[in-house]
């Protein structure tokens, strides 16, 4: 039983973040085909930051209404809408709409927000409901939130990419000569795409049925004989009566066989004396806590690693990547997805709390951040552009990126866990709002102010 529950656990887990982690290791295949082109990870981003009215909503109702909303029915609700969400995606995503004179992919941005809002939500709902289990398996949860980005990548890798070809291509045009005109052909080269190895719809499809699981675990989780909290907690508390008086036993024997010492007189009963071990263990405690200016470094940590992660690399991972190739750009997303978890699993393995260390290691990913960030900027033609070392450059500079970044938030957030509760209720604030300014920031730049250039593999000239 322990072992079913474990792998419920597991299977609950990664479907927290399962659907946007899909979608954003298939833009590669995506923004070849939908009207936003390159500029589509930007809108993503902006997408998910409006998605956290979710857990808004939910916060405020625990806050103003405390024991009206019913954790498993929305739960159940959560995870039906994002079946349906995904469900839809995989017949709708194609959907255009012209909007002021511009074709859009409305369907799929809708449906994005509708998933980005069941994800976000998921961190103040699913977590919650954990809780009732015993906390053994809080881990196996943890383990299946990273396989909602780790599955999704390896699916991508087998699905592969396709490849590129320049095919060229005869068109009727007419041409003016003096006041004769006559209808000739014109060749140009135009970029064609082959088919990946199984389609967007069949990617999309193994979401859903990765999101049914996640709905029968939850299913059977509810279920769970002694899945109320209260009884747990009578175990609990009877265990520790237990471990009291045995303390209080051997206490009283080592008072009674003890000489008398006239500088222990305080020391009168085994009370005192555990009131007095608990008083030095609280003691050496306060000598492990942060001060307020390493509280201020961590939090403002947290902001920048976030803006980066969050915001403002995703926005511009199709202007530093498709210009090598969408090889890879499908590469640097796959295995940029995989690379989180992974750190994770190091970060829970190999905890390292220094400071000194998580800062450098920031500076390590923002090195990697502004690799990756000098390419975008330098699309269409940025350095290395037809060679392998350039594209090897740009995977393995997006992997260090992930990965490095990952490590420092999961070890912040350890940090704050273990000081105390507001600050780990801080600490998700610096999140959304790091985030925030990246997505924010970033959306004009793409967007509106088009600092960054799109390419065409077969029709840009570069000249170095």
């Not at 209260?230 to 000489?259: A, G």
């Not at 640097?332 to 989180?340: I, R």
Request: aromatic content about 10%.
């Amino acid at each position: 039983m322990s072992l079913a529950i474990h792998l419920l656990a597991c299977m609950f887990g990664s479907g927290s973040w399962l659907a946007i982690n899909g979608l954003w290791v298939e833009l590669p295949l995506i923004v070849n085909v939908l009207p936003e082109g390159w500029d589509l990870p930007s809108y993503l981003t902006v997408i998910i930051q409006l998605a956290n009215v979710g857990p808004l909503f939910v916060t405020l109702i625990h806050k103003f209404a405390p024991g009206k909303m019913k954790e498993i029915i929305a739960i159940y609700i959560i995870i039906s809408i994002g079946i349906l969400a995904t469900l839809l995606m995989v017949f709708c995503w194609k959907e255009t709409t012209v909007l002021a004179g511009k074709s859009h992919s409305m369907a799929f941005l809708i449906l994005a927000f509708f998933l980005s809002v069941v994800d976000c939500t998921s961190s103040v709902t699913f977590l919650p409901f954990m809780m009732r289990l015993q906390p053994r398996y809080m881990t196996t949860y943890f383990i299946g939130e990273g396989l909602s980005g780790f599955v999704p990548g390896l699916v991508a890798l087998g699905q592969g990419v396709g490849m590129v070809k320049c095919v060229n291509v005869s068109k009727p045009a007419n041409v003016t000569i003096g006041n004769i005109t006559d209808e000739t052909n014109v060749y140009q080269i135009e970029t064609h795409y082959s088919p990946a190895n199984f389609s967007t719809e069949i990617f999309l499809a193994v979401l859903v049925v990765m999101m049914v699981f996640c709905l029968v675990s939850f299913v059977f989780l509810t279920r769970v004989p002694w899945l109320p909290h209260k009884e747990l907690n009578e175990e609990q508390v009877s265990n520790q009566v237990m471990q009291i008086s045995t303390t209080e036993i051997e206490l009283k024997k080592y008072i009674s066989e003890r000489p008398a010492d006239p500088q222990s007189s305080s020391l009168t009963s085994p009370r005192k004396a555990m009131a007095q071990a608990t008083f030095t263990n609280e003691t050496q405690l306060t000598f492990t806590k942060y001060s307020r200016h390493q509280l201020l470094f961590i939090y403002l940590l947290i902001v920048w690693v976030n803006s980066l992660t969050n915001g403002v690399l995703p926005s511009v991972q199709s202007y530093s990547c498709l210009p090598y190739g969408s090889t890879a750009y499908h590469l640097s997303a796959a295995l940029g997805s995989m690379a989180n978890p992974g750190a994770c699993i190091i970060a829970l393995f190999l905890p390292n709390r220094s400071l000194v260390l998580l800062g450098s290691l920031s500076l390590v990913g923002t090195a990697f951040g502004a690799y990756n960030m000098a390419m975008a900027a330098l699309s269409p033609c940025p350095l290395l552009q037809h060679s392998e070392a350039g594209a090897v450059l740009i995977i393995l500079s997006w992997i260090l990126f992930s990965a490095a970044m990952s490590y420092v938030k999961v070890m912040t957030g350890i940090i704050l866990r273990n000081v105390s509760h507001s600050a780990l209720v801080w600490c998700g604030a610096a999140v959304q709002l790091g985030s925030m300014i990246g997505a924010l920031t970033m959306f004009p730049l793409v967007n509106v102010y088009d600092i960054f250039k799109a390419g065409d593999s077969c029709n840009t000239n570069c000249t170095f």
